[in-house]
T-cell receptor, first 113, second 115 residues
Framework: DAGVIQSPRHEVTEMGQEVTLRCKPISGHDYLFWYRQTMMRGLELLIYFNNNVPIDDSGMPEDRFSAKMPNASFSTLKIQPSEPRDSAVYFC???????????FGSGTRLTVV | AQSVAQPEDQVNVAEGNPLTVKCTYSVSGNPYLFWYVQYPNRGLQFLLKYITGDNLVKGSYGFEAEFNKSQTSFHLKKPSALVSDSALYFCAVSPISGGYNKLIFGAGTRLAVHP
């Protein structure tokens, strides 16, 4: 398996633009997580899905952020409009029920200028 | 409140010496415990986990961790450090055992192994 695949690896955008981050989880995994990592706040869980259904989105910072999982092999995290304070590394992770650890993607480094 | 504490921002060790990266947690019940490692410009990689059983858990790359219920700690250890072990290490806890819940991560500890 190729692991959790995220795209793009790097994204530079101007303030006010829409940004879409993509994630392909490991085949067969039924949980998918979106995390954000910054120096100031460390790793923050934004939202997670179980069997494509959002379970907990309490970490989503505000309405500008939205996430979808239309099928078991694809998820998106969208920021509209983007702001400089959204600059961070965004990680996607997937896992199987049973709590045997997450597999993380390599992340998307977002810079909003 | 449920939380994970990694009291050291950075740990410095000479190559060949033993290393310890500390982690304590505050959750109810019997949690699952994890250690992850992050190398520069990479995602987090799973190192080891404690679910139940023997308090000493062995993981990848020669790492091990000791679960201490009375001290609510799960310290990461390695008998002989390598320069290539230099990375950011995260402790994580899942508050509910036997079921599923999100992982709570510590702030991370940067390990620097010097030649």
């Amino acid at each position: 398996d190729a692991g959790v695949i995220q795209s793009p690896r790097h994204e530079v955008t101007e303030m006010g633009q829409e940004v879409t981050l993509r994630c392909k989880p490991i085949s067969g995994h039924d949980y998918l997580f979106w995390y954000r990592q910054t120096m100031m706040r460390g790793l923050e869980l934004l939202i997670y899905f179980n069997n494509n259904v959002p379970i907990d989105d309490s970490g989503m910072p505000e309405d500008r952020f939205s996430a979808k999982m239309p099928n078991a092999s694809f998820s998106t995290l969208k920021i509209q409009p983007s702001e400089p304070r959204d600059s961070a590394v965004y990680f996607c992770a997937s896992s199987l029920r049973g709590n045997y650890g997450y597999t993380f993607g390599s992340g998307t480094r977002l810079t909003v200028v | 409140a449920q939380s994970v504490a990694q009291p050291e921002d950075q740990v410095n060790v000479a190559e060949g010496n033993p290393l310890t990266v500390k982690c304590t947690y505050s959750v109810s019940g019997n949690p699952y415990l994890f250690w992850y490692v992050q190398y520069p410009n990479r995602g987090l990689q799973f190192l080891l986990k404690y679910i139940t059983g023997d308090n000493l858990v062995k993981g990848s790359y020669g790492f091990e961790a000791e679960f201490n219920k009375s001290q609510t700690s799960f310290h990461l250890k390695k008998p002989s450090a390598l320069v290539s072990d230099s990375a950011l290490y995260f402790c994580a806890v899942s508050p509910i055992s036997g079921g599923y819940n999100k992982l709570i991560f510590g702030a991370g500890t940067r390990l620097a192994v010097h030649p």
